[in-house]
């Protein structure tokens, strides 16, 4: 890890904004999270494209995955030092048409890009001003999409056309259809689950775990010390095992294969394959924009996710959807696997709910959702112009 | 971690010797691994099963997997902490029918079950006495076969009538069949890869990083902390990865879904679901009865498994093999998938050398081929039975 790594990677206020807005709530009482913790005066950041229509019908949420941000589309620029994640999927022309409607993406509850999570300052408190750490409490995809309610509101957005994203951002369109079914005209779920899986949980878990046993986390409260001296080895090596999970055997082989770094002719235990140095790549360039302890409470709330929690059952809870839906599958993800999202589509079909399932026939695994968009973009376009043609009264 | 796991589970010279015989070589001049290292006056541990018939032609190889060791049937008893981990297999009127055959199975070197490994006493120099720790040299799957010429030579078998393994193990069977050819009379590959893919090298990378990451690795130097302060942790991670890629996501959700164990009344980062306890349960066993080092070195050693690593290609070195084969692969294994299995018989089949290919149908991944033995035993058993009654001169 280069000593020049910051301890967190987290936009901190003081930063550049670039294009992020804010919408704040909780400022006057405390906000009860699903897992019984509280917290005072939040921030949710976005970013928005094209405009809001004079009726307010024509706004598009979409919600990101575990290491995305608001940034899903634009390029590189002072405060996003990455260029928009669906860069190629949403824009004038795009799939997901900016010149026809209003585009919003917000940063996550918990995440580390503007809006409230452990790397923040605490608002009140004798520790106000001081990073929550190890005192941040643990957030749910319900919790995640209960503060994106204050978007929608600062916005003036009282339905939405569509709520879209991929995998921890299918999460939250899920809930969104079953929390909020009056508030949102169609949804798009890709590459996600009704409720995590046992394989999900162990995967995010070892990750996790990583993260804790680096000593440089410090049970959380890391954010003293100096460059270098953050938790970046436990987040990368966490990364790594998820990265391996978001790709394909095949990607793999084909990209990598045997290939070295250091020459075999001599062999010594940390002597790296390029597959290695990859994930060492992708490791570091994380931990440059990310935060360990964000990251340790998405892949909870990911854990944690279930359709089925208090409301008698998976199917008891999809019975709540009202809104037409295009659930998306990858025919090589191997962590959400495709009967994840049929499964989906067929309760809502039992239940009369409008669902299409397109299947994206790819070797790219779960990341697919951000890398074939050739074959994600005709559908959504198609699905979403559907949607929008039927009007707000038949969504 | 409970506070009494050791620092290391090896077995170390004093500890009860159980079934163990040893042989030793390298005891006049230096053994020179294939990656340039040297370890002078190794011991290689092994057991046996049966009796070897006065001609020595009823010899059988059993190599065992990443986290074995000679302890291939027979009970828990002083010296063996775990039974057999092929015990349904190995036995009178078995599969591996030690009433006909006499079996082998040795410790691999680098290992820490008998066999010289990290943590074996240095045999002479300042430090002998001290464990090798950091200084062990890397070692290969064709270091391992050639060590195991130590126990042929002692025991007098010439050649043997099979060598036979899985994973790990049969990457030291086809090495076999490859260096030499003149010594097997059949081999019996199951679940394993003529070279370790990048994803495989990818999950074995994130492990051992887990490990260096455990302050208490102590760069490989930790045999002299007291219990409860070895990388038990590390190591814990690293095998709980490893488990996940050894199951299946089906059997997963079957024996865990999203079970917890603390209730999800309140939310809690550390709040376990029951697959995180069963990781962790597995990991602490393995601590007992394993040695980080010793991970690190298998693990290395896995990924610089290359059947064509200076032969010119794989065809090449498959070239080389002349006993007839069986190939065992399993459905539902995504670590070693099933393609992986039918190169090996292509090639072999395309060169005129008889091979069989037999593919467990089971839900338990790469696991398999020490869970479903009903399903490895009837095939095996023929092939074996086949190989017996041709005779030695048309093996």
């Known amino acids: 890890m280069p000593a020049t790594l910051p301890v967190t990677g987290a936009w901190r206020p003081g930063d550049p904004p670039g294009r992020r807005r804010f919408a704040r709530l909780a400022t006057d009482r405390p906000f009860v999270l699903e897992g019984g913790g509280q917290l005072g005066d939040i921030t949710i950041a976005y970013e928005t494209w094209g405009e809001l229509a004079a009726d307010g019908d024509n706004a598009i949420l979409v919600c990101h995955a575990l290491t995305g941000d608001t940034h899903a589309a634009g390029g590189v620029s002072a405060g996003h030092a990455a260029p928009g994640w669906w860069d190629g999927l949403i824009g004038p022309g795009h799939a997901i048409d900016t010149d026809r409607w209003f585009v919003v993406c917000a940063n996550v509850l918990g995440g580390c890009q503007g809006s ?38 600062d916005l003036g957005v009282a339905r939405w056309l569509s709520v879209i994203g991929g995998s921890m951002g299918g999460m939250q369109v899920l809930e969104w259809g079953v929390m909020f079914p009056e508030r949102v005209r169609s949804l798009v779920s890709i590459a996600t689950a009704a409720a995590a899986s046992a394989q999900q949980i162990a995967f995010g878990s070892a990750g996790r775990k990583a993260i804790r046993l680096d000593p440089r986390w410090r049970g959380g409260d890391y954010y003293d010390a100096g460059p270098g001296d953050g938790p970046t080895e436990g987040l990368s090596i966490a990364r790594s095992i998820a990265q391996i999970t978001y790709r394909s055997d095949d990607v793999f082989t084909d990209r990598f294969g045997r290939e070295v770094v250091e020459p075999l002719d001599g062999f010594s235990l940390w002597q790296r394959f390029q597959v290695e140095r990859y994930l060492e790549y992708h490791g570091t360039k994380l931990a440059r924009r990310f935060d360990a302890n964000s990251y340790l409470h998405l892949t909870k709330a990911m854990d944690l996710h279930d359709l089925a929690r208090g409301r008698g059952g998976i199917e008891e809870a999809l019975d709540r959807i009202s809104a037409p839906t295009l659930v998306v599958g990858i025919s090589s993800d191997t962590l959400y696997p495709t009967y994840q999202q049929r499964l989906v589509c067929e309760v809502l079909a039992q239940r009369g709910i409008p669902c299409d399932y397109v299947e994206i026939d790819s070797r790219h695994g779960h990341d697919a959702f951000i890398i074939d968009l050739d074959q994600l973009g005709p559908p959504l376009a198609q699905f979403l112009s559907d949607v929008d043609k039927a009007g707000p009264g038949h969504g």
Chains 1, 2 share one sequence.
């Open 116 to 153: 409230t999570g452990p790397a923040s300052p605490r608002g009140s408190g004798p520790l106000a001003g001081h990073p929550y750490g190890s005192a941040f409490p643990v957030v749910s995809i319900r919790d995640m999409v209960r503060t994106q309610t204050a978007v929608a509101r």
